[in-house]
């Protein structure tokens, strides 16, 4: 049976623009003029210009459901215009983790529709101390966006859950914050938790975001415990609840991982990073003798150098750090020293050129990074791979292969590019570069979506 999607409350000054009603009602732009031509109640404008106006979102869906146009069940789009009140009054990443939470307390009560505002504002508060550090943002009074969150809860009863519901919000979320927000594309994080051999146990990554890598680790692997950092609190937040609708009970704190390390003590069995690229003001000056730089002190300009190191002081001796780098981390001088110590000491063990995709942040394909807390012993052969590459579809083999703890690095679809050499490469400075030696022209970049069928773990 035909339903509408829920009216907004009073409190809620939401409006919407001629194209937003459109997708509300499920019709084209041209329709919305003509209605405004011909209908004389069609509600007046409420702001923006004479060519751009807007509407009161509560009087426009009034008249929709009069008319009879607005029967369509709830759907992500229309979930997404209802959120645009709180959009206006939360940061978006906080009006996506506060739907979140409302959806883990649907989850665990059949529904809200029943729940007094009250206890619903308890419920919601409290689903936000799976990030400790953070808290519950400054949200606004439940009763004020009542009909949201029910729209919201119907929504997850109609279509796929909780979780499946927040992922295609979240996924609405990253294509209205693409300048502000960076997030790991899936298919990378498929890759890193594969090159790690899907762990279990405990999980780290210290630049977490919202969580993408994590929540993937999770749901690939066995008895992942997911805990993270992340500079930003909305982030932080979002990635928390992400985490406890993906059904984990994460450990989510917010803060700088290189300046105030919120887990001194941790020593997970596998650090999983994409940590931020070039940064030069990490801390250098503040943390120059800090017990993490075992491999050297990196020079300002070195940050990436700082993340690898934090990534293996929070690794448990043999557990996997797999990281995303950028090419230049294996060729500055600045970082000759620690690379040689990387190695040396056996803690670096493959580097992976990727193709060119989303994620690619100036135009340089990034590195993916295997490296294990070194157990006593140490030394191992570093592998190289291109992954931009593959000859005839022939699955390549990392020369090799890494064993103990780092076992998922053992292998990867991809072309083998250097074994052992790499090692000298990349420690007298030159690089580790992909030799182009018997490989022919360099293939320039691949489009992001075929990297999973060109790296895949055995
Ligand atoms: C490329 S994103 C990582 C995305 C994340 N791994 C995911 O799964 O989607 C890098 C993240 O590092 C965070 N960041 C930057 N500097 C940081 C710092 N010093 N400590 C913790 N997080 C930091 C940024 O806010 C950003 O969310």
Redesign the pocket.
């Known amino acids: 049976m035909a339903r509408s999607v829920p009216d907004t409350n009073d409190g809620d000054a939401a409006t919407v623009s001629a194209a937003e009603i459109a997708r509300l009602a499920g019709v084209g732009r041209a329709a919305v003029s003509n209605w405004r031509r011909r209908h004389g109640d069609f509600p007046e404008p409420v702001g923006g210009t004479d060519t751009s106006p807007s509407f009161d979102l509560r009087e426009v869906r009034g008249w929709l459901e009069r008319q009879g146009k607005l029967t369509q069940a709830p759907s992500v789009e229309s979930v997404w215009q209802l959120m645009d009140a709180a959009r206006g009054r939360l940061d978006t990443a906080d009006a996506v983790a506060f739907a979140g939470a409302a959806l883990l307390v649907a989850a665990s009560a059949s529904g809200t529709a029943g729940m007094a505002d009250a206890e619903l504002d308890d419920r919601i508060r409290a689903v936000f101390t799976a990030v400790p550090d953070t808290g519950p943002p400054a949200l606004p009074p439940v009763h004020t966006f009542r009909a949201t969150l029910d729209g919201i809860a119907e929504l997850a009863r109609e279509e796929g859950g909780p979780q499946e519901t927040f992922e295609r919000l979240y996924g609405r979320f990253l294509t209205s914050v693409t300048r502000q927000f960076?997030?790991?594309p899936e298919e990378l994080?498929e890759l890193m938790v594969e090159l790690a051999g899907r762990p279990g146990g405990t999980v780290f990554?210290?630049?977490?975001?919202?969580?993408?890598?994590?929540r993937t680790a999770l749901l690939r692997g066995q008895g992942v415990r997911p805990v993270g950092?992340?500079?930003?609190a909305g982030?932080a937040r979002l990635g928390g609840v992400r985490l406890a609708l993906a059904g984990a009970e994460p450990d989510i704190r917010a803060?700088?991982?290189?300046?105030e390390d919120a887990f001194p003590d941790l020593h997970a069995d596998a650090v999983l990073?994409?940590?931020?690229f070039n940064?030069r003001d990490?801390g250098v000056e503040e943390l120059e003798f800090d017990a993490r730089w075992e491999y050297g002190l990196p020079a300002k300009g070195d940050s990436e150098l700082a993340w690898v190191q934090h990534a293996l002081a929070r690794a448990r001796p043999g557990g996997a750090v797999v990281m995303v780098l950028p090419p230049g981390v294996a060729s500055r001088r600045s970082g000759r020293r620690i690379r040689a110590e990387l190695l040396r000491r056996g803690a670096l063990r493959a580097v992976i050129a990727l193709p060119a995709g989303p994620g690619t942040p100036d135009g340089h394909p990034p590195h993916a990074v295997g490296a294990a807390a070194p157990r006593r012993g140490g030394g191992r052969a570093l592998r190289c791979a291109d992954g931009g590459r593959r000859r005839g579809g022939r699955r390549t083999r990392l020369a090799g292969g890494a064993r103990g703890g780092a076992g998922g690095l053992r292998a990867v679809r991809g072309r083998a590019i250097g074994h052992g050499g790499g090692v000298g490469a990349l420690a007298d400075g030159s690089g580790g570069r992909p030799s182009r030696r018997g490989r022919g022209p360099h293939p320039g970049p691949a489009p992001h979506p075929r990297r999973p069928r060109r790296l895949r773990a055995r």
């Open positions: 960076t997030a790991t994080a990554d210290p630049a977490c975001g919202a969580a993408t890598l994590l950092q992340e500079l930003n982030p803060g700088d991982s290189l300046r990073v994409n940590p931020p940064q990490w």
